[in-house]
T-cell receptor, first 115, second 115 residues
Framework: AQTVTQSQPEMSVQEAETVTLSCTYD???????LFWYKQPPSRQMILVIR??????QNATENRFSVNFQKAAKSFSLKISDSQLGDAAMYFC????????????FGKGTRLHILP | ETGVTQTPRHLVMGMTNKKSLKCEQH?????MYWYKQSAKKPLELMFV???????ENNSVPSRFSPECPNSSHLFLHLHTLQPEDSALYLC??????????????FGPGTRLTVL
């Protein structure tokens, strides 16, 4: 069975600085998708960024980028120029390419932005 | 309304009550999900419906009863709940059986408190 691990329950970063959230996963599958979701205090979870396992190029969405290391099964999220609105719970998630109706989530990392 | 909506946003009920949570998606998706989110625990997938058929039931107690009358609506019927069932219940939807990322779109959740 696949697992997703986020080893940092909480992190803090100064506004305008850069922060990296870590995520590791375990799978025996070769093809899969990885996601980072953000859940602000208002609770609605939204997708931040996604990565397809067989794409070597790291995904980037504006200030958000990932460092995808397939061999190490690592999928970290880097937030550049942190803003107060980035404060939220961040969840790393895995979806098998062979089963498209189930996503496995990590426990989440709560990110605090310090003004 | 756009996206995924859930009602009510907050619900307090006694252990002998019967209530229902409602989820509606306006995205034209074919799959819908119920998750339970408790403090300091990973998101727990409860039920998956794809094309209105239940495809997964993750050993959820029978006091939770899902209903999916069509691809846009999903209900979670609750009866004789326990205090440990207090949590945030999230609904999500996705395109369903596709070859794409098939990421899930979440509703704002219902905060349930069982007294």
């Amino acid at each position: 069975a696949q697992t997703v691990t986020q080893s940092q329950p909480e992190m803090s970063v100064q506004e305008a600085e850069t922060v990296t959230l870590s995520c590791t996963y375990d799978t025996s599958e070769s093809d899969y998708y990885l996601f980072w979701y953000k859940q602000p205090p208002s609770r609605q979870m939204i997708l931040v960024i996604r990565q397809e396992a067989y794409k070597q190029q790291n995904a980037t969405e504006n200030r958000f980028s990932v460092n995808f290391q397939k061999a190490a099964k690592s999928f970290s999220l880097k937030i550049s120029d942190s803003q107060l609105g980035d404060a939220a719970m961040y969840f790393c998630a895995y979806r098998s390419a062979y089963r498209d109706d189930k996503i496995i989530f990590g426990k989440g990392t709560r990110l605090h932005i310090l003004p | 309304e756009t996206g995924v909506t859930q009602t009510p946003r907050h619900l307090v009920m006694g252990m002998t009550n019967k209530k229902s949570l409602k989820c509606e998606q306006h995205l034209g998706h074919n799959a819908m999900y119920w998750y339970k989110q408790s403090a300091k625990k990973p998101l727990e997938l409860m039920f998956v419906y794809s094309l209105e058929e239940r495809v997964e039931n993750n050993s959820v107690p029978s006091r939770f009863s899902p209903e999916c009358p069509n691809s846009s609506h999903l209900f979670l019927h609750l009866h004789t709940l326990q205090p440990e069932d207090s949590a945030l219940y999230l609904c999500a939807s996705s395109q369903g059986r596709t070859l794409s990322y098939n990421e899930q779109f979440f509703g704002p959740g219902t905060r349930l408190t069982v007294l």
